[in-house]
């Protein structure tokens, strides 16, 4: 069993609709989690980063960490054909620089 | 947010020959780097991580001696995949780390070995 499970997908969406990502794992020491962005043939970009339960917004963006599940999840809305990437859930433990990733979902959004 | 840049972008090389990646840290102080490896549609795969100024930490499988890593400064470290061969072609980040801080990524190398 993997550490991180992610749907890969892929996932379509037209314009304007509410895309929402989702992880589960299995280690209950990771205590930070985050959110990349990758655009094809493109390193990841960080969008996110939480380190608490609860939900964390930073403009369309809103990150939602449920410890006691062990389940994180991405939404974004009034998605954009800009949206469309790979999204990426990562997480490590407290003191440990290592992150372990998901295996990303491939995001298209329909103009 | 904080930028991080390789060098090159994309390589073709001969099979045989030796290929040097660049990562810097362009606007922090970077003590950790670190090495990944992506297939097509596949999430990343640790390679290897350096602290600036001490030899690297290899994850288990990959060749210290096929994938040499050297921090030579806070903002500097270079991969060198040696003796190439068509199945090292891949793409690879590398991604910097402040003290107490996360990871940011660069924006990849493409490498191709004919």
């Known amino acids: 069993q993997k550490e991180v499970e992610q749907d890969p997908g892929p996932l379509s969406v037209p314009e304007g609709a509410i895309v929402s990502l989702n992880c589960t794992y299995s280690n209950s020491a990771f205590q930070y989690f985050m959110w990349y962005r990758q655009y094809s043939r493109k390193g990841p970009e960080l969008l996110m980063y939480?380190?608490?339960?609860g939900n964390k917004e930073d403009g369309r963006f809103t990150a939602q960490v449920d410890k006691s599940s062990k389940y994180i999840s991405l939404f974004i809305r009034d998605s954009q054909p800009s949206d469309s990437a790979t999204y990426l859930c990562a997480m490590s433990r407290i003191n440990d620089y290592k992150l372990s990733f998901g295996a990303g979902t491939t995001v298209t959004v329909r103009a | 947010g904080a930028v991080v840049s390789q060098h090159p972008s994309r390589v073709i090389c001969k099979s045989g020959t030796s290929v040097k990646i660049e990562c810097r840290s362009l606007?922090?102080?970077?003590?950790?780097m670190f090495w990944y490896r992506q297939f097509p549609k596949q999430s990343l795969m640790l390679m290897a991580t350096s602290n600036e100024g001490s030899k690297a930490t290899y994850e288990q499988g990959v060749e210290k001696d096929k994938f040499l890593i050297n921090h030579a400064s806070l903002t500097l470290s270079t991969l060198t995949v040696t003796s190439a061969h068509p199945e090292d072609s891949s793409f690879y980040i590398c991604s910097a780390q402040a003290l107490g801080e996360t990871q940011y990524f660069g924006p990849g190398t493409r490498l191709l070995v004919l």
């Open positions: 939480t380190y608490s339960s």
């Open positions: 606007d922090f102080q970077a003590t950790t």
